[in-house]
Structure formats: structure tokens, C-alpha cells
């Protein structure tokens, strides 16, 4: 088992006053080529964007482009007509394909919202655009890591256009989450959004992470009450 450990406080920062945002990787004027990606994980930002305050009508293509909620309202809007508000609790992804224009905005003139964006390279290019939003309780996710997103759609899970899943756990003092990768030659990102966890002898606090390789099975100790998001993605380029 290779273990990689991401350190919050070694990822990079963009302050520009109503949007602060953290790269887990290497994203705009924040570059690290030891940072780039882990498999075909290519983004993992944690935003926060102040009240009133959003990102205007941008393009994308040939991404699967991930938001998960954490706290506020994000009013989204696409050039497929799509127009949605995503609150704590929600997943919403973005299949871009052949291109898709869309906007984010803080749906409250006063509250920050808080949310983390997740790109990952897809399986199949120039697929038709394509949008899904779900939301998952704190009750579905407690004491397990429920499924949330996934290319065969268990359970409540969205579709992703990739061999790659997305977990979420609410987790107790002293649990103990034993997780199997789901495909062969997959690896998992595993990132604490708040709490202590243990993975080996590696104790991880709030945004911290770790990538992990060449196993096909391994445990989390829960230290403290923890919310965790596991991304189990190809390693390989496609």
C-alpha cells in the first residue's frame, strides 16, 4: 500500500476578497508540478464565496465537474436552461462533454456559502452535456460511507461518466470504516472535512488528505466525530 499524505496547510490559497478558495491540486495561478492530479482526480477546490458575490457565465468541456454543498445556498444556472439552488447536503455534477456554459452565485446578499468543487477527467469524450443534483441527509451518511456518486448508479447514487465514486460519512468517536476499492487499478483520495481520523499511522485533521495506492482494502480509524469524503478514482490515464 503507497500512502501520500496532503497536508491542508501545504494547499494552495487564492484570496481575492469575495471568493477564498484552497487547491488540493494545481489550479489557475496556484501551480506545484508535484501537485497536479491524483489518477484522473484533477481538482479538488474548497470555496468559499461571500454574500452576492459569484462566479459569472463561464465554459467548460470534456470534465466531469462535481459540487458538493456545505454550507449556504448556491444558485446555479447553465446554458442547457438548467436553473437550480444547491444547499448543505446536495451533490450536483456536471457531465460538460461537448461544452456547457453556466454560473454559480451566492444566493444570499448576506451568507457566505461554502462548497467544494471536484473535477475528474471522464471516460468517454463529447458526450452530450448532461446535469443531475441529489441531496443525501446527515442521517443516510451516518456511521457508513454511502455511495453518492457512481458510473452504475447503486442505490440513490448520480452517474458519472468515469469508472470513478464518491463517498460521504458521518462518523462517531471510535468507528472503524473498512473500504474496499471499488475497480481494479483504482486508487482513493480521502479527504477530512472535519474531524481526526487515523489511516495506517497517519493521523489526518480537518482538510487534511491522503491519497492512497496499490491496495485493495484498508481501514479508517475515527479519532473524533468525522465527516469524510472518500474519491476512489483510476489511476491510469484513460
Known amino acids: 500500500m503507497q500512502l501520500t499524505i496532503y497536508p491542508a496547510n501545504k494547499r494552495g490559497v487564492a484570496n481575492h476578497g469575495w471568493l477564498k478558495s484552497f487547491h488540493s491540486f494545481s489550479f489557475a495561478q496556484f501551480y506545484n508540478p508535484k501537485l497536479m492530479n491524483f489518477g484522473l482526480l484533477r481538482v479538488l477546490n474548497d470555496d468559499t464565496v461571500s454574500g452576492g458575490m459569484g ?15 456545505l454550507e449556504g445556498e448556491l444558485k446555479h444556472k447553465d446554458s442547457m436552461g438548467t436553473e437550480a439552488i444547491i444547499r448543505q447536503g446536495d451533490v450536483q455534477i456536471m457531465s460538460a462533454g461537448t461544452g456547457i456554459r453556466h454560473s454559480e452565485q451566492n444566493n444570499s446578499s448576506e451568507k457566505e456559502v461554502k462548497f467544494l468543487q471536484i473535477w475528474i477527467i471522464p471516460k468517454n469524450r463529447n458526450i452530450s452535456p448532461r446535469y443531475d443534483q441529489r ?46 476499492i471499488q475497480n481494479s487499478g483504482n486508487g482513493a483520495f480521502v479527504f477530512v472535512l472535519e474531524g481526526e481520523v487515523k489511516i495506517g499511522s497517519h493521523s489526518l485533521g480537518k482538510r487534511d488528505a491522503i491519497g492512497i495506492e496499490d491496495s485493495e482494502i484498508f481501514e479508517i480509524e475515527i479519532s473524533k466525530n468525522s465527516t469524510v469524503l472518500l474519491i476512489d478514482v483510476p489511476m491510469a490515464e484513460e
Not at 462566479?55 to 454543498?69: K, L, R, V
Not at 456511521?143 to 448508479?153: G, S
Not at 447514487?157 to 474496499?180: P, R
Open 55 to 69: 462566479f459569472g457565465t463561464h465554459g467548460h468541456d470534456n470534465m466531469e465537474i462535481i459540487s458538493i454543498a
Open 135 to 180: 441531496n443525501f441527509s446527515d442521517e443516510a451518511l451516518k456511521n457508513k460511507m454511502l455511495t453518492v456518486v457512481a458510473p452504475d448508479k447503486p442505490g440513490e447514487a448520480i452517474y458519472i461518466n468515469q469508472d470513478a465514486y464518491l463517498s460521504l460519512g458521518v462518523f462517531d468517536t471510535d468507528s472503524m470504516i473498512e473500504y474496499k
